[in-house]
């Protein structure tokens, strides 16, 4: 069974940054590809970022693109969000998704395996 556990949120200024951390445990990391969403109130969850098996095949919403970084170590069984230039339109709760494909999706249907999510709130 897979499990994933996110950590890193918490309350930053605007302009500021933090660092997402995602750990999968459970199974063998390198065959899934992971994402991260996030969903603020009253709102759609929302795709931020993916990263296939590879670490070089990442792609992101427009909305972040150049401010926001997905990298993964698979020898720690992590997956990481790097958050930039923090906006207070960023504040929401963000969570990690697994799915067992090379690839990831854009579509949170398509993942099969969440985190439990971590707040972040960016103060004007």
């Known amino acids: 069974q897979v499990q994933l556990v996110e950590s890193g949120g918490g309350l930053v200024q605007a302009g500021g940054s933090l660092r997402l951390s995602c750990a999968l445990s459970?199974?063998?990391?390198?065959?899934?590809?992971m994402g991260w969403f996030r969903q603020a109130p009253g709102k759609e969850r929302e795709f931020v970022a993916g990263?296939?098996?590879?670490?070089?095949?990442?792609f992101y919403s427009d909305s972040v693109k150049g401010r926001f970084t997905i990298s993964r170590d698979n020898t720690k069984n992590t997956v990481y969000l790097q958050m930039n230039s923090l906006k207070p339109g960023d504040t929401a709760v963000y969570y990690c998704?697994?799915?067992?494909?090379?690839?990831?999706?854009?579509?949170?249907?398509?993942?099969?395996?969440w985190g439990q999510g971590t707040q972040v709130t960016v103060s004007s």
């Open positions: 990263i296939g098996w590879s670490a070089g095949r990442t």
């Open positions: 998704a697994a799915r067992n494909q090379g690839w990831a999706s854009s579509r949170w249907l398509e993942y099969g395996y």
């Open positions: 459970g199974r063998t990391f390198s065959n899934y590809a």
